[in-house]
């Protein structure tokens, strides 16, 4: 029976570089960036781009939507024998450019330097996600020589609630799966714990008033003033009760989006004020 090492070779040879950095290419030019607003999430182009590519392979795949026109695909690669299921996960979604100008490079252009490939999403995830799809492209073209099951699931919606993980575990992928990795950045490391997270919407309903008569009113953003401090308090308080993990650090409650009135209305006290918590939490 040949050994891990050489099954490993074998399949390495089939790796195709070129094509590889080109469908990274255009993967980071397609702009699925996670937007709260849009009911799609904008992951719709780039899981097309996905599609096609294993149409063109041969592969075959499930596509469900987790939303409405937010697909999952998952990929079964059977090996030559019964054996384990191995899962390999990445997501289609990114996270904004942001401020424009603090780019060196257009964002969206997968522009290549020094060997580099230079774009939102290269890193996070994208590049992950075009690494698991060429790997197991060259398990196929090798012969699946191994025992068990390649597993690939491809993701929406990690940037916002997780959709498409948790329509991943509802619809049973999970069932039977030996093991995971996920193709995160965390360059040659291998991580092997995750901080849990929460995402907290907090509503705040005042009256409306005319500044100068703020007695007439309900300012919401005074109470939305006492939830940040109240948050240092606990999460301080968290801290103190718990022990800082060796891998993970520490809990963390972070007030990440307030919102509240607008700039064209700097006089008049607000009807509404939001506001969004990141919460990260750790193992015991």
């Given amino acids: 029976m040949p050994s891990l090492e050489s099954r490993i070779n074998a399949a390495q040879r089939f790796v195709d570089a070129d094509a590889l950095v080109g469908t990274l ?3 980071v030019r397609v702009q699925s960036v996670y937007d709260p607003g849009r009911p799609d999430g904008n992951e719709l182009a780039a899981v097309d781009l996905v599609a096609g590519l294993l149409d063109e392979w041969g592969m075959r795949y499930r596509r469900r ?32 450019a942001g401020d424009l100008s603090a780019w060196s490079v257009d964002p969206f252009a997968a522009e290549i330097r ?62 039977g799966v030996a093991a995971a990795i996920v193709c995160e950045p965390e360059g040659d ?27 007439q009113g309900i300012n919401p953003i005074s109470a939305l003033g006492e939830i940040i401090v109240e948050c240092r308090r606990v999460e301080a308080e968290v801290r103190a009760a718990s022990p800082t993990h060796a891998l993970l650090g520490r809990f963390s409650l972070t007030p990440t989006v307030a919102l509240a009135g607008e700039q064209a209305q700097g006089n008049v006290i607000p009807a509404r004020a939001e506001l969004v918590l990141d919460i990260r939490t750790t193992a015991e």
């Fill in 189 to 215: 490391r291998l991580c092997i714990a995750q901080k849990g997270a929460i995402r907290m919407k907090v509503s705040l309903q005042g009256r409306m008033a005319h500044g100068c008569m703020p007695e």
């Fill in 65 to 96: 939507e987790v939303a409405p026109g937010r697909p999952n695909i998952v990929v079964d690669l059977d090996g030559r024998d019964p054996g384990p299921i191995l899962v390999f996960e990445g997501h289609t979604d990114v996270v904004t």
């Fill in 25 to 27: 290419a255009a993967l």
């Fill in 114 to 175: 020094d060997g580099r490939l230079y774009g939102r999403g290269a890193c996070d995830m994208k590049g992950g996600l075009v690494a698991m799809l060429y790997a197991a492209r060259a398990l196929q073209l090798a012969g699946c020589d191994y025992a068990g099951v390649v597993r690939l699931a491809i993701l929406a919606d990690e940037e916002g609630m997780m959709l498409g993980a948790k329509g991943f575990v509802a619809d049973g992928e999970l069932e």
